[in-house]
C-alpha cells in the first residue's frame, strides 16, 4: 500500500514523540511492504514563531491532501498569555474544524503491567476497557466569544445533525464492542444538554436497538468513572465534558503516556494524536513517554489506511514492551527507566 501522511510534530514534547511514532510506522511499512511517503509541516507555537499563523496555509492545505495526519503536541508556556489574539491551541481547533473531523476516540485500557502507576486501586482496574467518543467540533470551545472590562462570555451551542453524527460513530462502536453505551450530558441544568439528551435517546432507539443505551450527569459520571469504571464500554458526550472526562480517565491508566486518540470524520482521512500535551517541563530531555503517540500510529492504521493486521501487530508489541516492564520515567515512578528512543526501539524490535 502506498500513503502519504502528513507529521505535525509541534511543541514540547511534540517532536520527539512524533519522531518516536514514524519510527514506527517505518518499521510497519518495512515489515509489510507498504510504502509511507511522511512529510512534515509547522503547527501551533513553532508556526507562530515562523508564520505568525498556528495553523499556516501550507500545512492545512498538505493535511487536506494526505492520507493521515499524525500529530505530536502544540502550546507551552512561551505562548500562554490567555489574552494573545494568536495562540497555539486555535491551530488544533482550527485543523479540526477544517478537516470535519467531528469525534474524537479515546480508548482507555489499563495494562496490567502498569497498573501500579495509577492512583486508583488496582482491583478496580482489573478489566477496564472504555471507548470515549467526544464531539469535537461544536460546544462552547467554538461559540462566540465575548470580553469587557467586567465581564466575559461563551456561547455553548450544538445543532441536531451535530449530535446525530457523533452519537451514531458511537453507537456502531458499541454494536462492535460490548454493545453498552452511555450518553454524558448536564441536561438537569443545560439547554444544550436537554437537546442532546433528546437526540441521543432517539438516535440509539432508531438505529442501535440491540445496544444498550443510558444517560449520565457529567458530574455523577467524574465520580463513577473513578468508582466503577468496569461498568463502561462507550461512553460519548459533547466537546467539553469530552475533554475533561479524558483526562480523568487518564489516571485509570496510570499516565497520560499510555492514551492516544484519533479525530474522525466523514472521511477517511484522520488525525491521530496522544493526549498528553506538551509537557513543556520535559521538552528535549529525552525522557517523555512515546507509547500514547505510537498506539495513535495504531489507530492511524486502522481508521485511515484500513491495515487491521498491522495495526494489531503495533498493539501488541506495546503489549509486550510494557509486559517486560520497559517504562519511561512517568510509569516507573522511581524505579528503572528508559529514554524516548529506547522505548520506541523496544517496540520496533518486537514488530
Request: aromatic share 4%.
Amino acid at each position: 500500500m502506498q500513503a502519504r501522511i502528513v507529521v505535525l510534530p509541534g511543541d514540547g514534547i511534540g517532536p520527539e514523540v512524533a519522531s518516536a511514532a514514524v519510527a514506527v510506522l517505518k518499521a510497519v511499512a518495512q515489515r509489510h511492504d507498504h510504502q509511507f511517503d511522511f512529510q512534515e509541516y509547522d503547527i501551533g507555537g513553532i508556526a507562530i514563531d515562523k508564520t505568525g499563523e498556528p495553523l499556516p496555509r501550507s500545512t492545512l492545505e498538505a493535511a487536506q491532501q494526505a492520507d493521515a495526519v499524525l500529530l505530536g503536541a502544540v502550546g507551552g508556556p512561551k505562548w500562554s498569555d490567555p489574552n494573545a489574539k494568536v495562540r497555539p491551541e486555535q491551530g488544533l481547533l482550527a485543523i479540526r474544524r477544517a478537516l470535519g473531523l467531528f469525534a474524537n476516540l479515546r480508548p482507555v485500557r489499563p495494562h496490567p503491567a502498569a497498573l501500579d502507576a495509577s492512583p486508583i486501586k488496582a482491583e478496580l482496574l482489573q478489566g477496564v476497557d472504555i471507548m470515549v467518543v467526544r464531539e469535537l467540533t461544536g460546544g462552547i470551545y467554538f461559540g462566540e466569544k465575548t470580553r469587557t472590562a467586567d465581564s466575559a462570555s461563551d456561547l455553548c451551542t450544538y445543532s441536531i445533525p451535530e449530535i446525530e453524527r457523533v452519537v451514531r460513530v458511537a453507537g456502531k462502536l458499541a454494536q462492535q464492542r460490548r454493545k453498552h453505551l452511555v450518553s454524558v450530558d448536564k441536561a438537569n441544568v443545560l439547554e444544550t444538554s436537554r437537546l442532546w439528551r433528546e437526540v441521543a435517546a432517539r438516535v440509539m432507539q432508531d438505529e442501535f436497538p440491540d445496544v444498550k443505551a443510558e444517560h449520565q450527569l457529567v458530574d455523577s459520571m467524574a465520580m463513577l468513572l473513578l468508582s466503577r469504571p468496569r461498568d463502561y464500554d462507550v461512553i460519548v458526550t459533547e466537546n467539553m465534558f469530552g475533554d475533561i472526562l479524558t483526562d480523568e480517565a487518564s489516571m485509570l491508566a496510570g499516565s497520560l503516556g499510555l492514551l492516544p486518540s484519533a479525530s474522525l470524520g466523514d472521511r477517511e482521512a484522520g488525525l491521530y494524536e496522544p493526549i498528553h500535551g506538551s509537557a513543556p517541563d520535559i521538552a528535549g530531555k529525552g525522557i517523555a513517554n512515546p507509547y500514547a503517540a505510537i498506539l495513535s500510529t495504531a489507530m492511524l492504521l486502522r481508521y485511515s489506511l484500513g491495515l487491521y493486521t498491522e495495526a494489531g501487530r503495533v498493539e501488541h508489541a506495546v503489549d509486550e514492551v510494557l509486559k517486560a516492564r520497559i517504562f519511561t520515567g512517568d510509569l516507573a515512578r522511581g524505579g528503572a527507566s528508559v529514554s524516548t528512543d529506547a522505548a520506541a526501539r523496544a517496540v520496533i524490535e518486537r514488530i
